[in-house]
């Protein structure tokens, strides 16, 4: 992602992520449905309080997530769709 011109900001866990969230500029996310502590869904639902109008781009490598984590984001995609299909689909969330 950075190659492609993206800063970006990394966080080992979701509460680490929850905290870089609320105290960085941020203008999309790319969040791993499976973490460490609590999934993706429970930190997309946290982010949507914090800042509701940030893009999120939730990945994982399950097929078939339920609906209440999806409505959660504004894409999902599976890990398997690789690299250019995730810049392209980040593209898509940024103006």
């Known amino acids: 992602m950075e190659r492609a011109g993206y800063r970006v ?3 080992q866990d979701g509460g680490a ?3 870089l969230f609320e105290n960085e ?3 999309a996310v790319v969040l791993d449905y499976s973490m460490p502590g609590m999934h993706g ?3 997309a639902g946290r ?3 914090i800042k509701p109008d940030v893009p999120i781009l939730l990945l ?3 097929i078939g997530l339920p609906p209440e984590v999806t409505r959660l984001v504004n894409l999902y995609m599976t890990k398997g769709e690789g690299a ?3 810049l392209q689909k980040l593209d898509m969330l940024l103006p």
Do not use: I, N
């Open 60 to 62: 994982s490598a399950y």
């Open 41 to 43: 869904g429970e930190v």
């Open 25 to 27: 500029p941020v203008e």
């Open 84 to 86: 250019p299909v995730l």
């Open 17 to 19: 992520g929850l905290r």
């Open 9 to 11: 900001l990394t966080a």
């Open 47 to 49: 982010m949507r309080q």
